[in-house]
């Protein structure tokens, strides 16, 4: 089940995002993961922003988030998904409700960042028709354009 974050759900959600996170190497870091803190200020949906959790049993099993970046175009954040539970589609359904607040929000354009050590990643982003717009150094940044999307 998807729904919208709550604060019931704080303690796990940031459980699964740092450790997905430590999975790749990285550690909790105060600069980068501040929206983690208060995920309802940073993600909410009067800033046509949300943040989206994939539930299985009342456990936090998968999160992505909407961020606006400007009147046109949103950015992918925070797209993780337990490793248990990883291709079986949960990541799938997280990104097709992704998709649909990001039209029920008018932006016509996604981007993202993320590392060249998230291969499987980078190969759900281009599956699902994502353009690769420049490297640099480790981070990738990437594009959809998603205003002909239905």
């Known amino acids: 089940m998807i729904i919208r974050f709550n604060k019931n759900y704080a303690t796990n959600t940031k459980k699964l995002v740092?450790?997905?996170?430590?999975?790749?190497?990285?550690?909790?870091?105060?600069?980068?993961d501040f929206d983690l803190e208060d995920v309802l200020k940073n993600y909410s949906i009067r800033n046509k922003s949300v943040f989206l959790l994939f539930l299985s049993n009342d456990d936090v099993i998968g999160t992505i988030a909407l961020k606006k970046n400007n009147k046109k175009t949103c950015e992918l954040k925070r797209f993780y998904v337990d490793k248990n539970f990883r291709r079986i589609g949960v990541g799938g359904k997280l990104f097709r409700e992704f998709v649909k607040f990001a039209k029920k929000f008018q932006y016509e354009k996604v981007i993202l960042d993320t590392t060249r050590i998230m291969i499987s990643a980078i190969q759900f982003y281009e599956k699902c028709g994502f353009k690769k717009m420049k490297q640099d150094g480790e981070v990738v940044y990437y594009e959809l354009d998603i205003s002909k999307m239905v």
């Open 18 to 32: 740092l450790s997905v996170l430590n999975e790749f190497g990285y550690e909790y870091d105060k600069k980068l």
